[in-house]
């Protein structure tokens, strides 16, 4: 839960990539790891950012579009599903336009 929550701070406060996700989870200040819930390690106490490359395994997990799902971007033709059975943002079906406006 803490690896998503620090994704989704990240993303809000502006990271596009997950290299930006990253870096984000790096530079944050101790108080805001802990109110995220991530990890305690060592006698001191000391909160862990997730690693970028953690971050990206569990959101690949978690959200079938990646980061896309994240961020709001348009997921470029993949065949991803929600749980709640909708198709993924900007899907079309034969000639039948996207829903939403994308840039092309």
Not at 60 to 72: E, H, I, K, S, Y
Not at 87 to 104: D, E, L
Request: glycine share 14%.
């Amino acid at each position: 839960m803490a690896v998503l929550l620090v994704a989704a701070s990240a993303v809000i406060a502006g990271a596009r990539s997950y290299a930006a996700i990253g870096q984000w989870s790096a530079s944050a200040p101790q108080h805001t790891l802990a109110r995220l819930g991530a990890r305690l390690t060592g006698v001191l106490g000391v909160r862990v950012a997730p690693s970028g490359a953690t971050i990206r395994r569990v959101i690949g997990l978690v959200c079938p579009g990646g980061l896309a799902d994240l961020t709001g971007a348009c997921p470029g033709g993949a065949d991803s599903v929600a749980v709640d059975g909708k198709a993924a943002r900007s899907s079309r079906h034969g000639q039948t336009p996207p829903p939403t406006f994308w840039p092309r």
